[in-house]
């Protein structure tokens, strides 16, 4: 785990990783063991467009999803400068790879990069692909290949997380575990520093 560089909004956490990368699973059920705020981008995205993810990429294209998706990140960060609580943020699997989304998630707090294998994250797509307006028309071969493509484009970006983490458990809970230790170790150790400067 990579040395912390927290800023004074150390009370949000970004979880960043691919498409069906288990996000917001975790985020709930974290928020199931820890006094948490959860927040979905993708949620918000919609909210703010008035009209589903899918529509917005169908009639608008992925230039303007994105457009929407920066200003969400920058609304959700001015929102909570308050560490009262930790926050934790589902971001979509394409957030930190435009614009200077990740260097402002890094600055706003932790950046957390779930990162399944491409095997796992293939067979989690193919089950719910309608979805995914990315590959929602795609056959098994093609989401694998995609995916595998996709992630190595993407790695780069992710790599800039602050913590990464592999969900080596087979059970959803453990990983959930997992993940809620992380968080709350890290919102202990943060709270500490700041409130020692």
């Given at each position: 785990m990579p040395p912390s560089t927290l800023t004074s909004t150390s009370n949000i956490f970004f979880l960043i990783g691919f498409m069906g990368s288990g996000k917001s699973l975790l985020s709930h059920g974290v928020s199931e063991r820890m006094d948490v705020i959860t927040v979905e981008m993708d949620d918000l995205i919609?909210?703010?467009?008035?009209?589903?993810?899918?529509e917005i990429f169908t009639r608008k294209g992925?230039?303007?999803?994105?457009a929407i998706?920066?200003?969400?990140?920058?609304?959700?960060i001015d929102q909570y400068q308050i560490p009262e609580k930790p926050v934790l943020i589902s971001t979509g699997g394409g957030a930190p790879c435009h614009?200077?989304?990740m260097e402002v998630m890094n600055q706003a707090g932790t950046t957390i990069f779930i990162n399944p294998s491409a095997k796992r994250l293939s067979a989690?797509?193919?089950?719910?692909?309608q979805d995914r307006p990315l590959i929602k028309d795609k056959t098994a071969d093609e989401i694998r290949t995609y995916v595998e493509k996709k992630l190595k484009e993407r790695l780069p970006?992710?790599?800039k997380a602050?913590?990464?983490?592999?969900?080596?458990y087979d059970d959803?809970?453990?990983?959930?575990?997992?993940?809620?230790?992380?968080i709350e170790s890290e919102w202990i150790r943060n709270q500490s520093r700041d409130n020692s400067e």
């Open positions: 919609e909210q703010s467009a008035g009209m589903s993810i899918n992925e230039e303007a999803f994105r998706e920066r200003q969400v990140l920058h609304d959700i614009f200077d989304n989690r797509l193919e089950q719910k692909k970006f992710y790599s602050i913590i990464q983490v592999n969900m080596i959803k809970a453990d990983n959930i575990e997992f993940l809620k230790d992380i």
